[in-house]
């Protein structure tokens, strides 16, 4: 490619005098000596590089500068740091240069975001994870990092177009899942649907094509429809003297995308394709009032529809947004959405929180992203959340809606919608919720799994006794709860753990089995269980078969022979390549909350195999079908069917818990029933759901019928019995 390099160079000049142009903050003569400095370091660092597109590099850092100015409306520091976010990854220049020229502030956050660009874009769902846990993890040093990041990508999905086509899936879905949302959840609105949208355009180009070309038809008629609506108001409006604009607001073509997805239906049939925005003029002090007034107006010419009032201004949402939503009957008899805000209002809701910023000057502390912060940062701090835990509840909590609670004095709390008792005693205090006996809902008492609802007063009664129990887990749907909760059931299961590593360790010494990190990672994969820490726990609690300790203990030595002949038998690819050595210890397939098994097919698209972490997607004709999470086609699964996808475990079925009966049969003799009970009492991982003694003159009958854990322990609870004196037989039903 030929470049000129003149009409390059005035290009670039043109590029800067706009950034300073369109920036929505004031700039002060300080801040324009800080941007032009950065300025004239990011064109020297990258002065020899250009972009996949062939265009000098240095029109990337500033068109990020131009996002970060403009649409999102954030200081001079953060410009700055936007046009150099690329030079210590890419360029000659290091942290210590930047600190130099720029100062602490400015070093940090390029460093915040050179240590994001470090992490390995890497296939591995899990790994992904793990750079999303850090990449969140850099947050805490300064929220401008990930809100810089954020318009990085942006750009980066603007101009696409050069990369490889698998290069630009990837790159979508990851947008979809990671960056939209994260926008979304710091209000940034508008980012947010062109993230989305743009994503759309490299997943499904075909459906976004027609559904961008449907919407360009659809526009005069919808300009015709506004000025039909606006006329109905206008005198009304304009007598009481308000200051104001009407304007449409066309749904996102994701949100189209998605919509027709979700209820299968066409384009014509989504009904709610754009809303009517009216934004007013305010002081302050009058915003709410004349927001009700408007609405007032609204109603009198058209019906509303009572169930979708939204009333975001007298609760606004915890990343700042604040608007009043009625839907009424418009004219042609059309339901239609109409959004009521202040020019304050619509600021927030289009840059989010930098807008927020704005308006909240001087030192007042944004409680919104403040709380959002600590929040996250409680997740991260537990340790025990496996990664890609952490980003399923993430998600889950970023697109959850909230909903409004009060606690006794009246206080109003924030919850994500679905949110139960026990999560509200957690949002509360740990230590609330630790020690919840049980909770009142409305002066009602409710059991703890009782989902709240926006209004409701609810109240926690604790006890010094109570404590945490594994149910809890499925009463809770917050990550906060979900990770205390965790967080006390593991330290019981350390404390038995611990011991369970020093009768270990006195076992293997007595086996003469060295005990090293090597031999426990091999028990780990012999006794098929997930971790030492599960390994150690089973020896603590006394389930670890002995003889098979000892069966380990023999084949010690010839354990490298052992390794390859498995080797040779386990399946080429996966298992091996990563590393996990031997072959899965996993062969069976449970789905949902009561791990039932069903029938299923393997995903052709991703081919999961034994092991692998799995969801079952409910298709039309063919049954439960098995994806792998990174599967590429997860994503799109995942965000548009959410309710047609089963949670999938591949488990041990030696480890499966069934249901069993045995039938004894004896001479009767005295005690022989308190014998009996002992022995099944006294056995470990057998659970009895039913007994039944029946005697005819001697003869003795007894039925039990229990839940036990496998069949090894079946065998050794008949061949217990069976050394009880007088019963003769024992055989299973
Ligand atoms: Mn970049």
Redesign the pocket.
């Given at each position: 490619m030929l470049i000129d390099e003149e009409t390059e160079n005035k290009e670039i000049a043109k590029q800067y005098k706009d950034l300073l142009k369109i920036s929505y903050l004031q700039l002060s003569a300080v801040d324009k000596k800080l941007i032009r400095l950065a300025f004239n370091t990011a064109v020297d660092a990258h002065k020899t590089q250009r972009r996949k597109s062939g265009e000098a590099y240095i029109f990337?850092?500033i068109a990020?500068a131009k996002i970060v100015a403009s649409e999102i409306g954030l200081d001079a520091t953060s410009i700055a740091a936007a046009l150099l976010?690329?030079t210590v990854e890419d360029t000659e220049y290091t942290l210590d240069d930047i600190e130099r020229l720029f100062g602490n502030t400015v070093a940090k956050i390029v460093h915040g975001l050179t240590k994001i660009?470090h992490l390995k874009k890497d296939k591995d769902v899990s790994l992904q994870a793990e750079n999303f846990r850090k990449m969140l993890l850099t947050l805490n040093d300064d929220i401008r990092v990930i809100i810089i990041k954020i318009a990085?990508r942006l750009?980066?999905m603007q101009t696409m177009d050069a990369m490889p086509e698998y290069k630009q899936v990837k790159i979508a879905s990851e947008t979809l899942y990671i960056y939209a949302p994260l926008a979304h959840r710091i209000g940034m609105y508008n980012i947010k649907t062109e993230l989305e949208d743009l994503s759309l355009k490299y997943t499904e180009p075909n459906r976004f094509d027609a559904i961008k070309d449907k919407i360009e038809q659809s526009q005069e008629e919808q300009t015709q429809y506004i000025k039909a609506f606006s006329k109905f108001l206008k005198t009304s409006l304009d007598k009481e003297d308000l200051n104001y604009f009407i304007k449409g607001r066309s749904k996102s073509i994701y949100s189209i995308h998605k919509k027709m997805q979700k209820q299968s239906i066409n384009y014509e049939q989504v009904f709610d394709k754009f809303a009517i925005r009216i934004v007013y003029k305010s002081m302050p002090k009058d915003e709410k009032f004349l927001a009700w007034k408007i609405y007032s107006i609204v109603t009198d010419h058209f019906t509303p529809n009572p169930t979708r009032l939204r009333d975001w201004i007298s609760s606004p949402k915890s990343n700042g947004y604040e608007s009043l939503h009625i839907t009424v009957m418009g004219p042609n008899n059309k339901w239609i959405e109409v959004q009521i805000r202040s020019e304050r209002m619509h600021e927030i809701a289009e840059k989010g929180y930098a807008a927020h910023y704005r308006y909240k000057q001087g030192d007042e502390k944004d409680s919104g992203i403040e709380g959002w912060l600590n929040r996250l940062q409680e997740v991260l701090e537990s340790k025990d959340s496996s990664a890609i835990d952490f980003v399923e509840n993430f998600k889950l909590n970023l697109y959850a809606e909230e909903i409004f609670v009060f606690t006794p004095q009246g206080e109003l709390k924030s919850l994500p919608q679905g949110s139960s008792a026990l999560d509200f005693a957690y949002s509360i205090h740990t230590e609330i919720g630790s020690k919840t006996r049980g909770a009142r809902v409305n002066g009602k008492l409710v059991p703890l799994s009782r989902t709240v609802k926006s209004g409701d007063s609810v109240e926690i009664i604790t006890s010094q006794n109570a404590k945490p129990t594994a149910n809890w887990l499925d009463y809770v749907i917050t990550s906060r709860a979900r990770n205390k909760i965790k967080s006390s059931l593991n330290e019981e299961k350390n404390k038995i753990a611990e011991e369970g590593k020093e009768i270990l360790r006195r076992k293997l010494k007595h086996l003469r089995v060295e005990n090293n990190e090597k031999t426990i990672q091999q028990l780990v994969l012999y006794f098929k269980v997930n971790s030492s820490l599960d390994l150690f726990y089973r020896v603590g609690l006394g389930t670890v078969d002995n003889r098979k300790l000892k069966e380990f203990a023999t084949t010690y030595n010839n354990s490298f022979l052992n390794f390859f002949k498995k080797r040779l038998r386990a399946k080429p690819g996966k298992s091996i390549a990563e590393g996990e050595g031997f072959v899965s210890r996993y062969d069976k397939l449970v789905f949902g909350k009561e791990r039932e098994e069903l029938q299923y097919k393997l995903s052709p698209c991703c081919n999961p195999i034994a092991g692998d972490k799995v969801f079952g997607f409910v298709t039309i004709n063919e049954g439960i079908k098995v994806h792998q999470y990174n599967c590429s086609n997860a994503v799109s699964l995942q965000s548009s069917y959410a309710y047609r996808i089963v949670p999938a475990w591949w488990i041990d079925s030696g480890e499966q818990e069934f249901t069993a009966e045995l039938v004894l049969h004896g001479i009767d003799q005295q005690g022989l029933v308190n014998q009996v009970t002992r022995v099944i009492s006294n056995s470990m991982n057998v659970d009895i759901k039913k007994i039944n003694f029946q005697t005819e003159e001697e003869l003795f009958k007894g039925t039990l019928t229990m839940r036990v854990n496998n069949k090894q322990t079946l065998k050794k609870l008949k061949q217990r019995l069976l050394k009880i004196t007088g019963i003769e037989k024992v055989a299973r039903q």
């Open positions: 990337h850092p990020v976010h690329d660009s990085d750009h980066n």
